[in-house]
């Protein structure tokens, strides 16, 4: 079992930068995809962005490719996401979660996102607000 804890959010203009942090305790961490998720207020929970177990894949959304960058590190149990080019729709609980099925891959194999349902653990939740 995975227990995971997100920091780095908070407030921040348009166009700037923050990293998000994602720690997971308990035991092998390197067996999960990870993944990144948000949440805008009266919205769904959509994907933003997930990384393989070994880092050899990365996938995102369309809506922050090329701005958003995920990285992991598993000798630290951490997955970061690093947030560039911040717009005000980025605005969102911004949740990390682990997959340990190979859900990820195989939903990127069938040519769609994956589902928040197809994670099996999940942070708490750390706030992103961009302001214009």
């Known amino acids: 079992q995975a227990h995971l804890g997100e920091s780095g959010g908070g407030l921040v203009q348009a166009g700037g930068s923050l990293r998000l942090s994602c720690a997971a305790s308990?035991?092998?961490?390197?067996?999960?995809?990870m993944g990144w998720f948000r949440q805008a207020p009266g919205k769904e929970r959509e994907f933003v962005g997930a990384?393989?177990?070994?880092?050899?894949?990365?996938y995102y959304a369309d809506s922050v490719k090329g701005r958003f960058a995920i990285s992991r590190d598993n000798a630290k149990n951490s997955v970061y996401l690093q947030m560039n080019e911040l717009k005000p729709e980025d605005t969102a609980v911004y949740y990390c979660?682990?997959?340990?099925?190979?859900?990820?891959?195989?939903?990127?194999?069938?040519?769609?996102?994956?589902?928040?349902?197809?994670?099996?653990?999940w942070g708490q939740g750390t706030q992103v607000t961009v302001s214009s």
């Open positions: 979660a682990a997959d340990g099925l190979g859900n990820t891959a195989r939903a990127m194999s069938q040519g769609r996102v994956p589902r928040p349902d197809e994670y099996d653990y």
């Open positions: 308990g035991r092998n961490f390197s067996e999960y995809n």
């Open positions: 990384i393989s177990r070994r880092s050899k894949g990365t």
